[in-house]
């Protein structure tokens, strides 16, 4: 399992604005701003995922609380695992949440750039 901010990229036709994307089961956390609302998910496809929540494209607690930065994510070798680890994390106080976050990204960067190839300086 890889724990970010080292993702791995694979080219794929079709995805939002021509972004790189990275085709792996991974487990992520988006939060509102430092400290502030959590959002806890798992998908196979991160770019793409983190693209529809930070869009609005889909209805949900993302779009609500606007939860849009990506803070931490984990990669896991298949999707059983990536569902196992996201439960676990979901059952989590929060303060075990936040240490997660510090530990990785103590300054919560919005890591969006990262896992687009882009710098951080190059923010949006």
């Known amino acids: 399992m890889r724990v970010c901010p080292?993702?791995?990229f694979s080219a794929k036709a079709g995805n939002p604005k021509g972004q790189k994307v990275m085709k792996q089961p991974?487990?992520?956390l988006?939060?509102?701003q430092r400290n502030g609302t959590l959002?806890?998910?798992v998908t196979?496809?991160?770019v793409h995922r983190v693209w529809q929540h930070r869009t609005n494209a889909m209805e949900g607690f993302s779009k609500k609380h606007h939860v849009h930065l990506l803070v931490w994510f984990e990669q896991h070798p298949s999707m059983e695992s990536a569902i196992i680890r996201e439960k676990a994390i979901k059952k989590?106080?929060?303060a075990w949440k936040l240490d997660l976050i510090v530990k990785s990204n103590p300054e919560w960067q919005d890591l969006w750039p990262i896992i687009n190839g882009w710098s951080l300086e190059n923010q949006e």
């Open 30 to 32: 988006l939060a509102s």
């Open 26 to 28: 991974a487990v992520y």
């Open 44 to 46: 196979s496809d991160l």
């Open 92 to 94: 989590w106080k929060r």
């Open 6 to 8: 080292i993702p791995s």
């Open 39 to 41: 959002y806890v998910g």
